[in-house]
């Protein structure tokens, strides 16, 4: 690859895990709120929140591969690694970085989700 290509895909995938963590950050942000207004069991945050993640990973992929416009896969897949990244500080920061059989869930989950919507991103074809 060309470094041209390389630059439009890293700028799009930043643009795309950006857009993808606010997505999940909203969801869960109406998550909590449901949860506190409502008598929800412990149990369903985790399985929340892990919904929450996919939703706003497939995004990321999928806007990242929009403005790149081209190779799909490999922008939802980066923007995936950038989304892990920041999910992974965040996690050290807060929670003191416990990763463990969960993590590597979330892991495949999101890198999965990005580059599903990396694909269907370069493929949607707005109609009229």
């Known amino acids: 690859m060309s470094g041209k290509i390389i630059k439009k895909i890293g700028f799009s995938s930043g643009i795309g895990a950006g857009i993808g963590i606010i997505i999940s950050s909203v969801i869960i942000f109406l998550i909590a709120a449901v949860l506190s207004a409502m008598d929800i069991p412990a149990m369903m945050i985790a399985p929340a929140t892990v919904f929450a993640i996919a939703v706003g990973s497939f995004f990321g992929g999928f806007v990242s591969s929009k403005i790149c416009g081209e190779k799909g896969i490999v922008c939802g897949a980066f923007s995936g690694v950038i989304f892990f990244a920041v999910l992974l500080l965040a996690g050290t920061f ?35």
């Not at 993590?103 to 580059?115: E, H, L, R, Y």
């Not at 269907?120 to 074809?125: A, E, F, L």
Request: proline share 0%; aromatic share 8%; hydrophobic share 40%.
């Open 94 to 128: 807060f929670e003191g970085g416990n990763f463990g059989t969960g993590g590597i869930i979330k892991t495949a989950m999101i890198m999965i989700s990005c580059m599903t919507g990396g694909i269907i991103g370069v493929n949607y074809i707005k109609r009229k």
